[in-house]
């Protein structure tokens, strides 16, 4: 078992070896510009390119010209956003979102209003779920857009997709989904779940960094987006820029793996976070699992251990990548915004760990990691004189 154990999947992941080898050419005899279409280079690299467009649009269930290419999800969010209530201004200005979602979407959100939207943030149940009761009664005759991530990228909890986008449908309103986390990981059909715009990204699946894609349906109905990149036209003229060829090879790659896997990874990522979830409430009292077990990513786990503080026990565990549920600045560490929402005090906000299981993780290393955490909760508990 090599170390440190790398358990921060959320955060990123490590390029599949197979997505690497499929990308090697195009970063050297396959250079080729895609939109170079007077020479076998060029044809070359679009060639690849519109594999890669196929692949990822088939992970999603949707055609191939409904894919942009983005640098990430969070361009991919911008767009979405930004585009949708630009290019849908005289129909109306509300936007709906959740106080869990990505910074993102919320930060483009907020700057949507002070532009002049109107926007409606909707709180979480207490299992991190939303209520499909306040988003019906949320959406009014001049909403333009809801934006409900399919996974949080936190404490892994999905939303039920499905019936937000019903909802929406039968509202006559579009239905923006960031699905960064959960797009190779579950299932994902935009036509049947009703998605008008979905964020994605490569570097959540075991592809590259700096590459995603914005789905935009074509038709039933047609996405009006207004470009936020200009120049030269690319991406049937809503994401301008020289195509990142090499990385949207290994994307398209990575979602072939993928496609082929999915499942069986996720059983395998489920048990090991179970085994994970039962050593660690074995060996210790007063751990609280945020967020619904039941709605959740396969390999997601999110628990505060009360006594602690999540940035302590990182410290103790420099063996193990993980992450707190805290957000970090230079002045201060304030608890996590989503935990906050979902109505946890700041006490177990502040103690919180993130663990992220991936493709690449054993059985070892979860009892190692089990192990190492019990032994750091104990033994900063027993410094603390709180306690």
């Known amino acids: 078992m090599q170390k440190p154990v790398y358990l921060d999947h959320h955060a990123t992941t490590p390029v599949d070896a197979r997505v690497l080898e499929a990308m090697l050419p195009f970063f050297g005899p396959k250079f080729g510009n895609a939109a170079s279409r007077g020479h076998s280079f060029g044809w070359e690299a679009e060639t690849a390119v519109e594999l890669a467009r196929k692949r990822v649009a088939e992970l999603a269930g949707a055609a191939p010209r409904e894919m942009v290419f983005t640098s990430g999800a969070t361009e991919s969010d911008n767009l979405a956003l930004k585009g949708t209530m630009e290019a849908c201004r005289s129909k109306g200005n509300h936007l709906v979102t959740m106080a869990t979602e990505h910074k993102a979407v919320l930060d483009a959100a907020r700057?949507?209003?002070?532009?002049g939207c109107?926007?409606?943030?909707?709180?979480p149940r207490r299992d991190g779920l939303l209520s499909l009761d306040r988003l019906r009664d949320a959406i009014l005759p001049e909403t333009v857009l809801v934006s409900v991530m399919h996974a949080n990228n936190e404490i892994g909890v999905i939303q039920p997709v499905r019936a937000i986008g019903a909802i929406c449908r039968?509202?006559?309103?579009?239905?923006h989904c960031d699905a960064a986390q959960a797009f190779g990981k579950v299932p994902i059909r935009v036509e049947d779940d009703h998605i008008d715009l979905m964020s994605v990204s490569a570097h959540k699946m075991y592809g590259p960094k700096g590459i995603g894609a914005l789905y935009v349906r074509r038709r039933n109905p047609r996405v009006e987006l207004a470009a936020q990149m200009d120049g030269g036209g690319h991406e049937f003229g809503m994401r301008s820029g020289t195509l990142n060829v090499p990385a949207i090879v290994g994307f398209g790659e990575a979602c072939a793996i993928c496609a082929h896997e999915m499942a069986e990874e996720a059983a395998r990522l489920a048990a090991l976070r179970d085994r994970l979830k039962a050593q660690i409430e074995a060996g210790l009292d007063r751990v609280y699992v945020n967020g619904s077990m039941v709605h959740r990513l396969p390999g997601?786990?999110?628990?505060?251990?009360?006594?602690?503080?999540?940035?302590?026990?990182l410290m103790s565990l420099p063996d193990v990548a993980l992450s707190t549920g805290s957000a970090c600045t230079s002045a201060t560490v304030e608890p996590s915004y989503?935990?906050?929402?979902?109505?946890?005090?700041?006490?177990?906000?502040?103690?919180?760990?993130?663990?992220?299981?991936?493709?690449?993780?054993?059985?070892?290393?979860v009892d190692y990691v089990a192990r190492r955490v019990t032994e750091a909760v104990r033994k900063l508990r027993a410094l603390s004189p709180m306690l």
């Open 111 to 115: 700057r949507l209003e002070r532009q």
């Open 118 to 123: 109107r926007l409606t943030v909707l709180p």
């Open 170 to 175: 039968e509202k006559g309103v579009l239905f």
């Open 300 to 313: 997601n786990l999110n628990m505060s251990f009360a006594g602690v503080t999540g940035e302590s026990l």
């Open 338 to 365: 989503v935990l906050k929402a979902l109505g946890v005090g700041d006490d177990l906000s502040h103690s919180s760990l993130r663990f992220g299981l991936g493709r690449f993780n054993t059985a070892e290393e």
